[in-house]
């Protein structure tokens, strides 16, 4: 058996969603180092499987990139080094080249280091994998773990999964739901004004909102949370979660209403159901929460499709600004019957 490091440097959701490859990682290893970016930090502490989380934040990943300097390459280097690590597997989105950090593994002494690569690799690469064909990411990234030599084991049903010792945050009660309405691209979110509606209407019809964000997002969280014309119908937690915390808000859920952002990913790692309110800057079929039952609103047909914008391109927001608050509160109900019990 031996140490593994595991890469994944983007978000939250990224790393996610690389969990089932990881758990295949670690049925091979006697111990996984993953190495994750500042946003995705969390989320690795969470996975099954992972012994140890590095921290760096990846200036050819990042959507806001650090400048490259000696310093922090030569700090990154040793750190890797210093594992004494076996094997590394660098798992990358399909637009991301793996061939740099590569070559960090490289210098940091790993002996066998491997990763898709469409671009000649060189000496940077042991083992260069084909380009898996496109599948929804948890199923890519499983691909490319097996490619590898990291066979997704026998009983593993390949689904998400988070720490199952995570203790609940809130007391589960079947009229409660959570809605998230943060997102890290704003090209990705749903209007305030559609998220306040949609809080109102599912408050009048007799749900428990919890409102969930960020310590950054108290403001759209309080902002959202006021719509509810019973103050007593809605939960602001705004700022008061960390992800682990976050994670038991989620699972106590019947459903998780929330843009394409970790958080759905996040449900769908503890089995609560997702109402996606998807910009299809990114594909769905990729990208949607995986393995439990969603239902996708969002106008898939948007001038914005395909185009990985951060900022929506398109003035008016039409591919979410068309999904009326109605629309979301029909998905949720068709959506409640999926989870008829929710964990104590």
Known sequence: MTHTIVVRLDGLGDVLVSG???RAVAAASSRVTMLAGPAGAAAAHLLPGVDQVLTWSCPWILADPPQVTRSDTSAIVDQLGNLGADRALILTSFHQSALPTAMLLRLAGIPEISA???DYPGRLLDRRLPTPDPAPEPVRMLAIAAAAGYPLTAGDDGRLAVRAE????????????????GVSAPARAYPLELWKQVVRDLTDNGWTVVVTGSAAERTLTAEVASAAVDP????DRGGQDDLASLTSVLRSARVVVAANTGPAHLAAAVGTPVVSLFAPVVDERLWAPHGVPTIVLGDRDAPCRGTRSRICPVRGHPCLSSVAAESVVAAVDALAHCRSAVPA
């Open 20 to 22: 089932p490859a990881v």
């Open 166 to 181: 995570l203790t609940p945050a809130l007391r589960a009660r079947p009229d409660v739901l959570a809605v998230h309405p």
């Open 232 to 235: 007593a119908t809605v939960i």
């Open 116 to 118: 898709v690569s469409e």
